[in-house]
């Protein structure tokens, strides 16, 4: 059963259906989602008018709603519901993490769990030191989606970094075959080099890495010159 806050929305939704889109949209994500069909432009515009009109719910409505949102078999909901939880974000508690990784753990796939990583779980861990210390878990994890956020949930914090908690996360998940570890190994090397390029580069050079992760991790620093040819 639809939240009732969510019903308004829904009618929107279908009200802007693109079924052309929908089979492309559905069919690039290995046809694990429905979709209305809608561009991320488009989805977002109709959301800002949305919220605009409705106003957001109280914090204590919030996880019912995100949660209902994700019962829903279109993907456009489920963007709504990571979305709508980042408007939360101030108010955001250690105790939330429970949800993100609910959210992680339920219709996984990287264009969710990679938001929910750089900016839930990386939004909390900026205010609540308690979970930086719980990604040690989550890197050994047996799921592979929760190992990826634990990778990822610093990308976006440049010198606040902890780059051996970064690298020690690399370094336990360097033997992974599966493809989204490696390349998430690449992206968070990437992304760090921009702010520490010796550091990265020594540690690619001390380290095995799967080729994938190497040739992502040195990408921009070959981009920018800073690798002997």
């Avoid at 259906?17 to 929908?22: I, L, P, Y």
């Avoid at 709504?80 to 974000?89: D, G, L, T, V």
Wanted: proline fraction near 4%; include cysteine.
């Amino acid at each position: 059963m639809l939240h009732p806050f969510l019903k308004k929305l829904q009618v929107l939704f279908e009200n802007h259906t693109n079924t052309e889109k929908a089979v492309f949209q559905k069919k690039y994500l290995k046809n694990q989602f429905e979709f209305y069909g809608l561009t991320a432009p488009e989805r977002k515009s109709i959301i800002k008018i949305y919220l605009k009109a409705e106003g957001l719910p109280p914090f204590n409505q919030m996880k019912d709603i995100i949660r209902n949102a994700y019962q829903q078999p279109q993907r456009e909901f489920h963007y709504f519901a990571i979305e709508f939880m980042e408007k939360y974000q101030k108010h955001l508690l250690p105790e939330h993490l429970a949800l993100c990784k609910f959210l992680i753990t339920t219709h996984s796939w990287w264009d969710t769990v990679d938001f929910i990583a750089s900016h839930l779980v990386g939004g909390l861990a900026k205010k609540h030191p308690a979970i930086s210390s719980e990604m040690n878990n989550w890197i050994e994890d047996e799921n592979m989606w929760i190992n990826r956020t634990a990778l990822l949930f610093q990308l976006k914090f440049k010198k606040n970094t902890d780059k051996q908690k970064l690298f020690s996360y690399c370094h336990i998940q360097s033997d992974s075959n599966e493809f989204f570890i490696k390349k998430a190994i690449g992206w968070a090397l990437r992304e760090y080099s921009k702010t520490d390029p010796e550091s990265v580069i020594q540690f690619i050079e001390t380290h095995e890495l799967k080729p994938l992760s190497m040739k992502e991790g040195l990408k921009w620093l070959n981009k920018k010159g800073d690798l002997e040819q």
